[in-house]
T-cell receptor, first 114, second 115 residues
Framework: AQSVTQPDIHITVSEGASLELRCNYS??????LFWYVQSPGQGLQLLLK??????LVQGIKGFEAEFKRSQSSFNLRKPSVHWSDAAEYFC????????????FGGGTRVLVKP | EAGVAQSPRYKIIEKRQSVAFWCNPI?????LYWYQQILGQGPKLLIQ????????DSQLPKDRFSAERLKGVDSTLKIQPAKLEDSAVYLC?????????????FGPGTRLTVT
């Protein structure tokens, strides 16, 4: 079955430190890949997406993600975390078939220590 | 531009009662989605509309859930009767079209608690 896995439920990072969130997918073919952020009481916001081409993708708010086909991974990174980055992050995938259905991972909650 | 609007933001009901959620998508967006997000999990697509037609409702529990999108704009999701396991945040999203190239914009959600 198609699935998206985020192995880390919680991550705590100090402000100014680097952040990496892991995402693995299990699909028969390479899916389209996305990272979303959800702040408390707000809807999901798209950070970045990967369709094809350059495997290092730049997004908003200083985030980037790297697609690695050999590892079926699409990890999200930020070099220096700000307190405002505390939120829940979701990796999602789609095969792009009719319907544009997104399958989400379980999410990783990021806490930022001052 | 205004975002996706949802109401109510919070709802508490007893099991076996009915409840309805409302969504107003971004103007001009032809595609509308309803997702269910159970605490500690990622969102799960319940139903997708293209204008006022259903594209995908494969994960909608049709014995108790129903949704409509009259005139291809606003949408209503209904649960009747509610069960304890329906406690979740219900997210509405919209996009210009159904293609993967169109970004989905999410509303703030309705948090439902069933007691």
């Amino acid at each position: 079955a198609q699935s998206v896995t985020q192995p880390d439920i919680h991550i705590t990072v100090s402000e100014g430190a680097s952040l990496e969130l892991r995402c693995n997918y299990s699909y028969g073919a390479t899916p389209y890949l996305f990272w979303y952020v959800q702040s408390p009481g707000q809807g999901l916001q798209l950070l970045l997406k990967y369709f094809s081409g350059d495997t290092l993708v730049q997004g908003i708010k200083g985030f980037e993600a790297e697609f690695k086909r050999s590892q079926s991974s699409f990890n999200l990174r930020k070099p220096s975390v700000h307190w405002s980055d505390a939120a829940e992050y979701f990796c999602a995938a789609s095969l792009g078939a009719a319907g544009n259905k997104l399958t989400f991972g379980g999410g990783t909650r990021v806490l930022v220590k001052p | 531009e205004a975002g996706v609007a949802q109401s109510p933001r919070y709802k508490i009901i007893e099991k076996r009662q009915s409840v309805a959620f409302w969504c107003n998508p971004i103007s001009g967006h032809a595609t509308l989605y309803w997702y269910q997000q159970i605490l500690g999990q990622g969102p799960k697509l319940l139903i997708q509309f293209q204008n006022n037609g259903v594209v995908d409702d494969s994960q909608l529990p049709k014995d108790r859930f129903s949704a409509e999108r009259l005139k291809g704009v606003d949408s209503t999701l209904k649960i009747q009767p509610a069960k304890l396991e329906d406690s979740a945040v219900y997210l509405c999203a919209s996009s210009l079209g159904g293609s993967i190239s169109y970004e989905q914009y999410f509303g703030p959600g309705t948090r439902l608690t069933v007691t």
